[in-house]
């Protein structure tokens, strides 16, 4: 009987499959290349950070959660705007007919932009001051203006501003003999207007120093000795936006001039640094003198405040060259991203409850971790677990005599890294040391051009990148002279080596001795230390080469598998789905009837859910307490189950322009536990997960009527330690 309803089922999926041909689709300028089944990159993106908003608006969250989503939210929109508005800008103003994968020309693009983020603006500065900021004062955090304090805590405020901030202030005048100042990116600003009672009115600009707190805090018990800006002792805390205490100082800028106003603004820049690689002699110097001239960028943003009369803000406009598109007014705090200083604040009521990530007893502190990983594939999952292992695993490499080499990837590894202490140990050790030091990393080429100095110095091989493209894999190959022979040892990761974003971001990493993916990392630094023209790979997907096509050859394989027996099904977990090869592979795969679950954190340009093109295909993300960052690709391929994890997401950038490498997950242990206990957990989450609509919208899943709740990174918190890997 079963047999016969086995025969049945594949009957009729044979049957679905010839009734929906792909052939018609395949056509490059067929019904796929409809614009209208793409979501824009751009408009993604900011769904994506209107989650993060939401998340501030969250009134289950611990208050100064809270806090911290509204200033993630203010920092990711000044990256946005940095990187992706500049470059829409530029190709507006070049008149450009470039297109968007949804179809539309960069002035649409900014259009649309401006559109959805307004009403984003209006809803964040809502959350700050109807919201956040009343109820941080019932709990003892008070963020006042400088006009409704007392006058004693003026007092106190007017002295410290007259001992501490006014040597440092810089005010510049804008008259036919003052030409009007270059004023930086993301800096905080004064227009300042003063009349002298002969000459009348004149304009001066002021930058607020980043030498201080954005909040100035006023002690409790005040004198002079007290700690202005400490944020760590107990008990209630007043604090003031410091614009506002050197607005209300200014007579002492302006001696015999009376001050008519103070109105504080914000510029973002053109940070996207061009960097000609191929035609620069010196790579290190060209980044630095690119850097530079990150600070010069034209500007792609103003905020004023609603405070600022026309005529100032037409000459602000006027001179530092701004599209009035591009100028945003409000009534709130700027620069939201500083109100992280207040998570500073020591009140661990008012925050998520503190965690120590689990060390694995088996990787414990004098283990001989090579041994260990000569037993068998180890995982850890950060920041559940401790990112310590991996710290150790490069020390003891370091001081092991039978190590011959260590090679590394360094992307984002943070100031003070253990990391570099270790490889530079390994240099004093006499051991052969490389490191490729990726000097593009945007936001973290000056830290990444301090640490290859100091690893040159020690005689570490450094190496700056490829020319053209930057390393974004993240490997570590320890070359080991053992009984047998030369042993490879290779920690290959999600994410970058960096123990402070390893609390924060969820990353998996393997150990591994497989001989042959040690010999595929061995050839891959090859390539990247020196010369080589390899694409292929023996266990690896490395990209640029052959990762996509070997994605593409996998989704077609299920594709042949579902129409055989029916059960083809594809997981894809990863930050961003914008390659529209991929998309169509992806649609096809779905027109086949292939069930697809794809849970996509930020950008995805592929819509689920459309009759006939994507209906077997669900996405979902999820936005919590720590940013979702590992990349899984799972193919059931009919129980033979593969598996890859890695580095790169599914962008042409990283496909076509990056160093990227998808690993495979061997050890069928392994691959079971990061399926059922990671994969899968998520896949069920019904509380921190949104569910992505045809028409591009995200709605948030809620559990129905007597369904288990499942927060997924609560249940990967509360199980931390007792999985029994």
Same mark, same amino acid.
């Not at 079971?672 to 709605?699: C, Q």
């Given at each position: 009987m079963k047999k016969e309803k086995k025969l049945k089922t594949e009957k009729s999926c044979k049957t679905a499959a010839r009734k929906k041909p792909r052939a018609q689709h395949r056509n490059g300028n067929g019904l796929l290349d409809d614009p209208k089944l793409y979501i824009n990159r751009e408009l993604s993106w900011l769904k994506f950070n209107s989650k993060v908003l939401e998340e501030a608006l969250d009134t289950s969250q611990p208050l100064l959660e809270r806090v911290k989503f509204l200033s993630i939210f203010g920092s990711n929109l000044d990256e946005f705007f940095m990187i992706r508005v500049s470059g829409l800008r530029d190709l507006f103003a070049s008149n450009s007919q470039e297109r968007s994968i949804d179809g539309k020309l960069p002035g649409e693009q900014l259009q649309e932009i401006r559109k959805m983020l307004l009403p984003l603006l209006e809803s964040r500065d809502k959350c700050w001051e109807d919201d956040l900021k009343p109820k941080l004062a019932s709990q003892g955090i008070s963020v006042l203006s400088y006009e409704s304090l007392k006058k004693s805590d003026k007092d106190y405020l007017r002295n410290y501003f007259k001992r501490e901030i006014f040597p440092v202030?810089?005010?510049?005048?804008?008259?036919?003999?003052?030409?009007?100042?270059? =004023?930086?990116? %993301?800096?905080?600003?004064?227009?300042?207007?003063?009349?002298?009672?002969?000459?009348?009115?004149?304009?001066?600009?002021?930058? !607020?120093?980043?030498?201080?707190?954005?909040?100035?805090?006023?002690?409790?018990?005040?004198?002079?000795?007290?700690?202005?800006?400490?944020?760590?002792?107990p008990g209630l805390h007043t604090l003031v936006p410091i614009e506002e205490v050197i607005a209300a100082n200014l007579d002492m800028l302006f001696p015999g001039l009376k001050v008519t106003g103070a109105y504080p603004f914000r510029i973002t820049r053109d940070a996207d640094i061009e960097i000609e690689d191929d035609e620069a002699s010196d790579l290190l110097t060209t980044v630095e003198e690119g850097l530079d001239a990150r600070h010069f960028g034209i500007a792609v943003k103003l905020e004023v405040n609603d405070t600022m009369p026309s005529k100032i803000k037409d000459v602000l406009i006027r001179n530092i060259k701004v599209e009035p598109y591009l100028v945003f007014v409000t009534s709130s705090l700027m620069g939201?991203?500083?109100?992280?200083?207040?998570?500073?604040?020591?009140?661990?009521?008012?925050?998520?409850?503190?965690?120590?990530?689990? @060390?694995?007893?088996?990787?414990?502190?004098g283990t001989d971790i090579f041994s260990r990983i000569r037993s068998r594939d180890i995982i850890l999952y950060h920041p559940y677990e401790s990112f310590t292992p991996v710290v150790d695993f490069?020390?003891?490499?370091?001081?092991?005599?039978? !190590? %011959?080499?260590?090679? %590394?990837?360094?992307?984002?590894?943070?100031?003070?890294?253990?990391?570099?202490?270790?490889?530079?140990?390994?240099?004093?050790?006499?051991?052969?040391?490389?490191?490729?030091?990726?000097?593009?990393?945007?936001?973290?080429?000056?830290?990444?051009?301090?640490?290859?100095?100091? &690893?040159?110095?020690?005689?570490? @091989?450094?190496?700056?990148?490829?020319?053209?493209?930057?390393?974004?894999?993240?490997?570590?190959?320890?070359?080991?002279?053992?009984?047998?022979?030369?042993?490879?040892? !290779?920690?290959?990761?999600?994410?970058?080596?960096?123990?402070?974003?390893?609390?924060?971001?969820?990353?998996?990493?393997?150990?591994?001795?497989?001989? !042959?993916?040690?010999?595929?990392?061995?050839?891959?630094?090859?390539? #990247?230390?020196?010369?080589?023209?390899?694409?292929?790979?023996?266990? &690896? #997907?490395?990209?640029?080469?052959?990762?996509?096509?070997?994605?593409?050859?996998?989704?077609?394989?299920?594709?042949?598998?579902?129409?055989?027996?029916?059960?083809?099904?594809?997981?894809?977990?990863?930050?961003?789905?914008?390659?529209?090869?991929?998309?169509?592979?992806?649609? @096809?795969?779905?027109?086949?009837?292939?069930? =697809?679950?794809?849970?996509?954190?930020?950008?995805?340009?592929?819509?689920?859910?459309?009759?006939?093109?994507?209906?077997?295909?669900?996405?979902?993300?999820?936005?919590?307490?720590?940013?979702?960052?590992?990349?899984? &690709?799972?193919?059931?391929?009919?129980?033979?189950?593969?598996?890859?994890?890695?580095?790169?997401?599914?962008?042409?950038?990283?496909?076509?322009?990056?160093?990227?490498?998808?690993?495979?997950? =061997?050890?069928?242990?392994?691959?079971?536990?990061?399926?059922?206990?990671?994969?899968?957990?998520?896949?069920?989450?019904?509380?921190?997960?949104?569910? %992505?609509?045809?028409?591009?919208?995200?709605?948030?899943?809620?559990?129905?009527?007597?369904?288990?709740?499942?927060?997924?990174?609560?249940?990967?918190?509360?199980?931390?330690?007792?999985?029994?890997?």
């Open positions: 202030l810089t005010p510049l005048a804008f008259d036919p003999t003052h030409p009007f100042p270059h =004023i930086s990116s %993301l800096s905080l600003n004064l227009a300042v207007s003063v009349q002298e009672q002969k000459k009348g009115e004149h304009f001066a600009w002021l930058k !607020v120093p980043d030498l201080f707190p954005r909040f100035a805090e006023i002690p409790e018990t005040k004198n002079e000795d007290a700690e202005f800006e400490s944020l760590t002792r939201t991203r500083d109100l992280m200083q207040l998570t500073k604040i020591s009140r661990p009521d008012l925050k998520d409850h503190y965690y120590v990530p689990y @060390h694995p007893r088996s990787l414990s502190s490069i020390r003891q490499a370091a001081k092991d005599p039978q !190590v %011959l080499a260590i090679k %590394l990837t360094l992307y984002r590894t943070g100031i003070n890294s253990p990391i570099y202490d270790a490889l530079m140990d390994a240099r004093e050790e006499g051991k052969q040391v490389a490191a490729l030091v990726e000097l593009k990393a945007r936001f973290d080429e000056e830290t990444n051009i301090q640490w290859a100095r100091a &690893l040159e110095k020690e005689g570490v @091989h450094v190496v700056y990148g490829i020319v053209g493209m930057k390393v974004h894999a993240k490997l570590c190959l320890v070359v080991r002279r053992e009984k047998n022979g030369i042993v490879r040892y !290779v920690h290959m990761s999600t994410g970058n080596y960096n123990t402070v974003t390893s609390r924060i971001y969820t990353d998996i990493g393997l150990f591994t001795c497989n001989p !042959v993916i040690g010999e595929d990392v061995s050839d891959l630094f090859n390539s #990247l230390t020196g010369y080589s023209t390899k694409s292929d790979y023996r266990r &690896l #997907l490395v990209a640029p080469g052959s990762m996509r096509k070997e994605i593409l050859k996998r989704i077609e394989r299920e594709i042949e598998r579902h129409q055989k027996k029916c059960d083809g099904y594809i997981a894809f977990k990863m930050n961003s789905l914008v390659d529209k090869k991929i998309i169509h592979a992806l649609y @096809h795969a779905s027109q086949a009837g292939v069930k =697809i679950d794809l849970q996509i954190r930020g950008i995805c340009c592929l819509k689920p859910g459309i009759p006939g093109i994507s209906e077997n295909i669900t996405v979902t993300s999820i936005v919590g307490r720590f940013l979702e960052h590992a990349r899984i &690709l799972y193919f059931r391929n009919g129980g033979k189950d593969e598996m890859f994890l890695g580095s790169a997401d599914m962008m042409p950038r990283n496909l076509d322009r990056r160093v990227e490498i998808m690993f495979p997950i =061997i050890d069928e242990r392994v691959k079971s536990f990061i399926y059922e206990k990671i994969l899968l957990v998520h896949l069920k989450d019904n509380v921190k997960a949104r569910l %992505l609509t045809p028409e591009g919208e995200y709605v948030r899943i809620v559990a129905a009527d007597g369904e288990e709740l499942i927060n997924s990174q609560q249940i990967l918190l509360d199980k931390r330690g007792a999985w029994g890997k």
